[in-house]
């Protein structure tokens, strides 16, 4: 069974959900619960360290997503086709890009630095930049 292809409307609505998403969980985590008290754990700091090391794979499906595109298999597909795919590797990308995120949130809730969450939030935004459906552009 053939879908229709999805409009570029709504995956850019997709991608503005993704984007206010890592912006607004922080920021209700950091208004709704306190960190916790006292002296935070020693792997504190390898939750933020686990963050920066999560910025990796949604780089990688970038990589991987930008060369897709200039395949001339690639190009050769029906539209239809060309998109789905294009939609699929954009979720993937966004859904990983928000890992750092998550991470910082985890970090903010053991240690109490803002600055964790702040700097892992920041680097999760500037992901989710790399995956604008701006790109399906060049694709059609």
Sequence with gaps: ?????????AMELLWWAFLASALLI???VG?????????PPPWAQALFLAGLAASL??????RHFDERL???AFRALPEGER????????????AAAELPMYAGVAHYLVSGQVIG???LTLISLALMLL????RISRAR
Excluded: D
Excluded at 83 to 94: D, K, P, R, S, W
């Design 117 to 119: 969450i702040t700097i």
């Design 70 to 72: 200039q395949q001339p």
């Design 1 to 9: 069974m053939n879908r229709p292809p999805p409009s570029l409307r």
């Design 57 to 62: 794979p949604p780089w990688l499906v970038k």
């Design 131 to 134: 995956f604008h459906p701006s």
């Design 83 to 94: 998109l789905g795919t294009i939609q699929l590797v954009m979720i993937l990308g966004l």
């Design 31 to 39: 208004l709704a619960l306190q960190p916790q008290a006292g002296e």
């Design 26 to 28: 922080p920021a209700a």
